[in-house]
């Protein structure tokens, strides 16, 4: 059974609407007995019988005892229903990090998988970080989260993806001074080939995985080529942070609510050539859905100002913060998870990186940032948005950035 059947949220309805069904039976129930009781089980006519009749009496008492067996059925089918789900487990690598800190604890609050559903979180980073790994440990415990169920930290990779049904890669080697490009790329293929297999051999059937870690698309990539019996469609990378900044600019600019901006896209690499595009975002106004074009009417800002400070967003959060984005960045992962694995709002799509089945003629074999919607925890590229000229040349330039990643991680190999 597919893991994610655990997550519907459906169960919780069927629980209400059974409940409300097992209330009304037991209201029947007493008042047919007072009834009897008051009447000294002479006057039923209320109930449209004549228990004068002694045939009609035997009546009620088998409606009675079939009325209280049938109760019985119901109230255990309820508490069936009620049973706690499953835990699911939860990877988090790089989990002494920045990210990792401020991830864990959103995870085990049901930030990522909804308020009732029960986690164990994996916890993996490497020996120098492991007395700083305990002490997060430490923290989850004192901590008391009543949905998590257990927390294993460790640098032995096998024993973090074990059994695991969510992956969340964060862990990664970053660029130095005076590295080259193709170093850090090395390094990297390195511990995404060896943690690909350890997966692969080791996660559970289904396993759901995102990469954060930098270079994501290409890590993803790696991943996938390394661990080939998980569906390509589970391996995934995280640019829901750059799809919630261009949210963010948009509010700011237009003064409305975040959560009335909808359906900005972010095309192809998590890197500076990302093509943040407006072109079918709204905002809900009083007066309806508008477009975020005609909303803010600054075509010159949309085209370039808005672009380059989502692009540039994680360079000035460095420079203020002198640490890169970690809370947002955590927050962006579980939208990420919490949408695939739950879904989508209706009429909302969200961007992801997925591996490119040639849509929008972007080359198949890539992990490319689409906008897509999710449903049963399933992702599927929203088809049929018009590309006009100037996004076309942005589209290409960033794919063409994932082309050159992919001929450098393949030379590291
Ligand atoms: N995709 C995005 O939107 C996005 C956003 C922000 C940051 N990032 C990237 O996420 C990564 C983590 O960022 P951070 O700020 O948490 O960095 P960090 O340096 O604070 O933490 C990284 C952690 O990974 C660990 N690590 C290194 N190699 C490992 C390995 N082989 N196995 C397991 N753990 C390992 C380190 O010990 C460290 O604890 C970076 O690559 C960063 O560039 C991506």
């Excluded at 964060?170 to 997966?199: C, H, W």
Aim: charged letters at 20%; one cysteine or more; proline letters at 3%.
């Amino acid at each position: 059974m597919e893991f994610q059947f655990l997550f519907y949220e459906s169960n919780s309805e069927g629980v209400r609407v059974i409940l409300l069904y097992l209330h009304f039976l037991r209201t029947w129930f007493w008042y047919m007995m007072i009834a009897l009781l008051k009447s000294n089980v002479v006057n039923m006519e209320m109930f449209g019988l004549d228990i004068m009749d002694k045939t009609v009496l035997q009546k009620i008492v088998l409606v009675l005892v079939c009325t209280f067996l049938f109760w019985k059925i119901i109230r255990y089918m309820s508490d069936l229903l009620k049973v706690e789900k499953e835990p699911v487990t939860v990877l988090v690598t790089g989990a002494a990090g920045q990210i990792g800190y401020a991830l864990v604890p959103m995870i085990a609050r049901g930030m990522m998988l909804g308020p009732n559903q029960p986690v164990i979180l994996h916890m993996l980073d490497i020996e120098p970080a492991l007395e700083a790994l305990k002490g997060v440990k430490m923290e989850l415990i004192d901590a008391a989260f009543p949905l998590l169920r257990g927390v294993v930290a460790t640098t032995d990779v096998v024993e973090a993806c074990k059994d695991v049904n969510i992956a969340v890669m964060v862990g990664g080697f970053p660029r130095k001074e005076g590295m080259e490009r193709k170093d850090v790329m090395s390094k990297n293929v390195s511990i995404y080939k060896t943690q690909a297999s350890a997966l692969e051999e080791h996660a559970a059937a289904y396993c759901k995985v995102l990469v954060i870690a930098n270079p994501a698309n290409t890590n993803a990539l790696i991943l996938k080529e390394f661990a080939p019996s998980i569906p390509e469609k589970n391996i995934t990378c995280l640019t829901r942070l750059d799809h919630n900044r261009a949210l963010g600019q948009i509010s700011e600019k237009l003064n409305v609510d975040v959560s009335d901006v909808k359906n900005v896209i972010i095309w192809g690499n998590h890197s500076s050539t990302q093509y943040p595009d407006v072109n079918h975002a709204t905002v809900a106004t009083s007066n309806g859905k508008k477009h975020v074009r005609e909303l803010v009417a600054d075509d010159n800002w949309l085209n370039s100002e808005f672009i380059t400070t989502v692009q540039q967003r994680g360079g000035a959060i460095i420079k203020a913060r002198k640490l890169s984005s970690a809370l947002s960045a955590a927050s962006a992962a579980c939208d990420h998870i919490h949408d695939w694995v739950l879904g989508t709002p209706k009429g909302t799509w969200v961007s992801m990186g997925v591996y490119s089945d040639g849509s929008y003629g972007i080359q198949p074999g890539l992990i490319y940032s689409f906008p897509v919607t999710c449903d049963k925890g399933e992702w599927n590229i929203v088809q049929g948005l018009k590309i006009d000229e100037f996004s076309r040349e942005k589209m290409d330039k960033t794919a063409q950035e994932l082309i050159e990643e992919k001929a450098l991680a393949n030379s590291c190999l």
